[in-house]
């Protein structure tokens, strides 16, 4: 199993080195087949661990060889794969396989070709590294690998402006939240002299509850960077400057669910916090319905997309929040599925409207692309959590989560949030699929994307169908590992109701998107458009202008005066004192070597005397 | 009647001279090599020498640790080994720089490379005794080839810088004889360990003349390995010689001199005699300061180079005075990273190196010579720029560690002061290396059109030489806990 193991970890790796070294040649499409099967070997490799440990197989513990071994502190170098990883590991790799296949086609004219392709599987290798790390500090290190990959491919496109501002903006806004979870983990190793997890988790029942309470706190720190929740949430639509399979890979099934996998990782210690857990779910809410509220109006295909990513983590974390950490990562695999693909359908749709992101200048595309038409509606069919879809199974798993435990205005929250949903991803699949095909106005010419980028997701197809039926199989599964949830008795009594209502609410915002579009072209009319609500959303609630005007100018500021006032007047005047007054100490006494020969030689002489007097004054005082 | 006098043969242990004969009858062959064959390519000579540099170093690994030979004056001890063996790897790298591509004066003789031979020859016995009489003969043997070695680049300037160093050679010969007389007549031994003993013996009377024999040694040596203020000659002798032999100077033959001189005042010192340590103390701080604010007003990089090296020089005779085995093992550690860094220094100068190219009206390689040589040559100005950094002592670079190690041993002995004068001069020094830098990286070019001077002499040896020096720079993380090791040994097999 140790095989299986190391070949899923490094075959990654081994795929970016091997595309690393064509980085700066012309486009080969090599570095692409080749990459893409090493990730299909790492997917094969996940898979029989998957099926070893479905099987009631040992978990698979390895500790490669000793990485920081400095006083007390001892940290492996190890990996783990259990049930939880090896879910992890299975979507990851499976997602991967994908977008690496769609890339080839996606990517096909791009001068970066090689380098695309080395930085997509260095991402992978740092994203197994992330889930398989058998300690905080692995995780930290895949952690850390995953932030600089996304930076590197939202500035894929690094000549343009916005590309490269985006990238920082996610780099930096993601360094913040780590310097909470480094925090965190530091906290870890103080009190429990330890960061394996099974070390530190076999202590947390017996430690004092305030110290997991701020561990837990700052570990979330770092869980809402990757994660993107508010505040920490401006990158990730600002993310989507990369090119579209980056978005679908990182931005939308595997890196942002980082977050969510460490709370899920570390339940034992949230679940011992259920005030923090009481938070995180309540800021999920908070975030699923604000993002949704964003996504209603937005015109770029793309963004509508990563706002409805945000407000899905949301639900995870609410799940998570709530204690019911199996629901989350169920979550977390059928939005993989279905939101890979949704994203692949918007990378077809952009490649075939030469990049336009604007959705109002679409329109009546099915009839050229029926394809990504249907696997669009398919995607957007599960995300609104319409049975029989994968979206259906898990979204209302969270919902009853939400009801069951007396949350009742989480639950609401939820529920509205889902009528919305259902109403935007409708609203995208009606502007560019349906009506009039106002792109030729525009002077576009759509075509359908190649024959095997659509094959390629086909499989996220029908897993974002028919995953939602595994969900017995699936809670057997993880719950080897992750704790039960106990639904309660009167649970069973409404639970049909619930559905009900959820379906409800998801029918009737679809019936709207449908019936606003048909009724009338672009869905919002102009004097709605013009109505505050609608500009306040357009303008994301003005988060990034009060971010701009709170935190950056006034740092600028800050920044400006103590440049002026501080270093050049202060620090800088010292350092050029010091250095102007060796200089002229230099030029003072660089006569000494006039390279007059009769001068050297005095000076050797005159040195000789020197010593001479010294040391006679010297004998004569010791005497 | 005189009583006839027989030695055994075993009684010599002539194994012990080896190294030294292979070297010398390498210089002979070359010799009737070309008696028989003139004109013969300058690579042959090349090859053969490094050849009998070969033979030279195995000789010296096979060599019996702690045994003396040849009626006693020969004394193989770990610090005669290692330090041989320095010697000889940093002379068969820099006589590769005579594979460079133009063709100049000196390599044409036969006798260049003989000269280099003896030369090395008179290194070894150098630091293989403890015998002044025998000291002084290596001595005299590596100088006079050196001056001569030095006249063959048949320049103006390097008649000049020869003549220079001749005289002042001569000069800090006189001093040395005459120091030695003192030791022979306080003593009436010219062994060092005799002289040791018999000073101690007698409490050091009179105390006035142990001191004046020290001072005339101290002038000597300070003069070899130009300390402040004996170091007049030094940058204009490198100016004079080739950047090939510059960057020989400035590493093999202070190798030589500083083993004479932890000889012979570590000794001093253990006996007892503060003053010495005082002294050494303040040429120490002298030297380090002095010749690095000096290195800040040069123009030309060679002369700037001249400066720093008699800096690190300065470094290491810290060392040298605080004498603990720590220090002692830092003396070769910081040694070899420094000749490998200066190697790599000066090579870079030597393939710059263009004849009837001119820069300036006085200096071959002035600063300007370098501006904006990234954008010209960028692997050459990172290269450059590398060696730079290095000799400014940058983690995680080479010299960096021999500072450290240096400066910690100083710490553990309990020269703070003299710690702290080491790092401020470590941050002055940053000052002038990074001014070349600066000039490479960030200033307009102004010597020409394309880059091709900066190469203008290079050869594949050359650029391997370049390529072994950036490498044992850019690696020497891994390398120096085993060259510690190494020369920990070696120094606790001395004694030292």
Redesign the interface.
């Known amino acids: 199993m140790e095989l299986f193991l190391y070949t899923a970890l490094f075959a990654p790796l081994a795929g970016s080195l091997f595309a690393g070294i064509f980085g700066a040649s012309p486009k080969n499409i090599i570095t692409g087949l080749v990459t893409s099967s090493l990730i299909f070997l790492s997917f094969v490799s996940s898979l029989f661990l998957f099926v070893h440990l479905y099987n009631g197989g040992e978990i698979v513990h390895v500790e490669m060889m000793d990485w920081i071994m400095a006083g007390d502190l001892s940290v492996p170098f190890g990996f783990v794969v259990d049930n939880v990883s090896s879910t992890m590991m299975l979507v990851v790799t499976l997602v991967s396989t994908v977008v690496h296949i769609y890339s080839m086609g996606y990517m096909e004219h791009d001068k970066g070709f090689n380098r695309f392709f080395s930085y997509l599987s260095a991402f992978v290798f740092s994203m197994m590294v992330l889930v398989m790390s058998d300690n905080f500090l692995g995780l930290f290190i895949g952690w850390e690998g995953v932030g600089l990959c996304s930076w590197l491919l939202i500035g894929f496109w690094y000549h343009k402006e916005s590309a490269t501002w985006a990238a920082n903006e996610a780099f930096i806004m993601n360094r913040i939240a780590d310097l909470g979870m480094l925090i965190g983990i530091f906290l870890i190793y103080w009190n429990f002299g330890s960061l394996q997890y099974d070390e530190v988790f076999s202590q947390v029942a017996e430690t004092d509850t305030t110290i997991l309470t701020w561990i837990g706190i700052f570990l979330f720190i770092g869980a809402m960077g990757k994660s993107a929740q508010f505040p920490l949430h401006t990158w990730l639509a600002d993310a989507m400057e990369g090119p579209t399979p980056v978005s679908a890979l990182i931005h939308a099934a595997t890196m942002v669910t980082a977050g969510v996998y460490l709370v899920i990782r570390a339940n034992e210690l949230y679940s011992l916090i259920p005030e923090v857990g009481y938070f995180i779910a309540s800021l999920g809410a908070f975030v699923a319905f604000f993002a949704a509220t964003m996504a209603l109006v937005n015109r770029d295909i793309k963004r509508v997309i990563a706002y409805s990513t945000l407000s899905q983590l949301g639900y995870m974390f609410v799940a998570g929040g709530l204690g019911a950490y199996w629901i989350a990562l169920f979550h977390l695999a059928t939005h993989a599925f279905f939101k890979a693909l949704l994203f692949l359908g918007a990378g077809n749709v952009m490649h075939a409207m030469d990049d336009e992101l604007n959705i109002m200048k679409m329109g009546g595309m099915r009839k050229v692309m029926g394809w990504t038409a249907i696997l669009m509606i398919v995607a957007s069919l599960a995300l609104a959590g319409i049975y029989p879809f994968a979206g259906f199974f898990s979204k209302d798993k969270i919902l009853e989560v939400a009801f069951d435990s007396n949350h009742y205005i989480l639950w609401g929250v939820l529920w509205v949030t889902a009528g919305l949903t259902a109403f935007y991803s409708f609203r995208v699949v009606m502007l560019v699929f349906f009506g009039k095909e106002r792109y030729k106005d525009f002077g576009f010419h759509p075509h359908e994307a190649h024959k095997f980028m659509l094959w390629a997701m086909s499989p996220l197809a029908v897993l974002a169908i028919i995953a939602g039926f595994f969900e017995h199989q699936f809670y057997n599964f993880v719950t080897g590992v992750l704790p039960h949830y106990n639904f309660s008795e009167e649970i069973h009594h409404v639970v049909g109701q619930l559905i009900l209502v959820t379906t409800g609410i998801a029918l009737t915002g679809i019936g709207i998107a449908v019936f606003s579009n048909m009724y009338r072209e672009g869905v919002f009319s102009t004097v709605l458009q013009n109505n505050f609500i609608y500009r306040f959303l357009d303008n994301q609630w003005y988060i990034p202008k009060i971010y701009d005007e709170v935190f950056a100018k006034p740092y600028i500021e800050l920044s400006t005066l103590l440049w002026n006032r501080v270093d050049v007047k202060i620090v800088d005047a010292t350092v050029d004192g010091i250095?102007k007054f060796?200089?002229t100490?230099?030029?003072k006494?660089?006569g000494?070597?006039s390279?007059n020969?009769s001068?050297?030689?005095r000076?050797?002489v005159?040195?000789?005397t020197l010593?001479?007097v010294?040391?006679?004054v010297?004998?004569y005082y010791?005497? | 009647m005189l009583e006839k006098i027989t030695i055994p043969l075993e009684a010599l242990n002539l194994p012990t001279l080896i190294p030294m004969l292979i070297a010398v009858a390498g210089g002979l062959t070359i010799l009737v090599v070309d008696l028989f064959k003139k004109d013969l390519d300058k690579s042959l000579y090349i090859v053969l020498s490094i050849l009998f540099l070969t033979m030279d170093l195995g000789a010296v690994f096979d060599l019996e640790l702690n045994q003396r030979g040849f009626f006693n004056v020969m004394l193989i001890d770990g610090i005669a080994v290692i330090s041989q063996i320095v010697m000889i790897i940093a002379s068969g790298l820099f006589i590769l720089f005579a594979f460079s591509s133009q063709r100049f004066h000196e390599y044409r003789y036969p006798e260049f490379f003989a000269l280099f031979l003896f030369m090395t020859a008179g290194f070894q016995f150098m630091v293989a005794s403890d015998n002044l009489i025998l000291i002084f003969v290596g001595l005299e043997t590596a100088s006079l080839s050196l001056y001569t070695m030095m006249v063959l680049h048949n320049k103006d300037k390097s008649f000049e810088a020869a003549i220079k160093y001749f005289t002042m050679g001569a000069m800090a010969a006189g001093f040395y004889a005459f120091s030695a007389m003192v030791f022979y007549g306080l003593t009436g031994s010219v062994e060092l360990y005799k002289i040791f003993e018999v000073l101690h013996m007698r409490g050091f009377e009179p105390m006035i003349l142990v001191l004046v024999a020290s001072i005339a040694m101290l002038v000597s040596f300070g003069f070899k390995l130009a300390v402040v203020p004996f170091h007049t000659w030094g940058p204009d002798v490198y100016e004079g010689s080739s950047a090939a032999l510059a960057g020989y100077i400035s590493v093999v033959p202070k190798v030589a001199g500083f083993v004479v001189v932890i000889r012979i005042f570590e000794g001093l010192i253990n006996l007892g005699i503060d003053w010495i340590e005082y002294i050494l103390y303040g040429i120490v701080v002298l030297t380090m300061t002095l010749a690095n604010i000096w290195a800040l007003v040069q123009n030309d990089v060679k002369r700037m180079l001249a400066y720093s090296s008699i800096s690190h020089a300065g470094f290491v005779m810290a060392a040298i005075m605080i004498g603990t085995t720590q220090a002692n093992s830092g003396i070769f550690l910081y040694w070899i990273l420094f000749a490998f860094t200066n190697l790599g220094a000066f090579a870079m100068l030597w393939v710059s190196h263009k004849r009837d190219a001119k820069y300036h009206e006085r200096f071959d390689h002035p600063f300007e010579k370098f501006s904006g040589m990234v954008r010209l040559m960028p692997v050459g100005a990172v290269m450059m720029g590398l060696f730079m950094i290095t000799l400014a002592g940058v983690p995680p670079f080479s010299i960096f560690w021999g500072k450290v190690y240096l400066i910690s041993s100083a710490v553990n002995a309990g020269y703070i002061v003299l710690a702290i004068i080491m790092v401020l001069n470590s941050a002055i020094a940053a000052y002038y290396y990074l001014k070349l830098v600066v000039h490479m990286f960030l200033k307009e070019p102004i010597t020409g059109r394309d880059g091709s001077v900066y190469m203008a002499n290079a050869s594949t040896s050359l650029k391997v030489v370049l390529g072994i020096a950036a490498f044992f720079t850019i690696a020497s993380i891994f390398f120096v806990s085993p060259i510690l090791d190494f020369t920990s040994f070696y120094m606790a097999m001395s004694g030292f």
Do not use: D, K, P
């Open positions: 250095a060796l200089h100490t230099g030029e006494t660089r000494m070597q390279g020969l001068h050297m030689l000076w050797v005159a040195g000789f010593l001479l010294l040391a006679v010297y004998t010791s005497i």
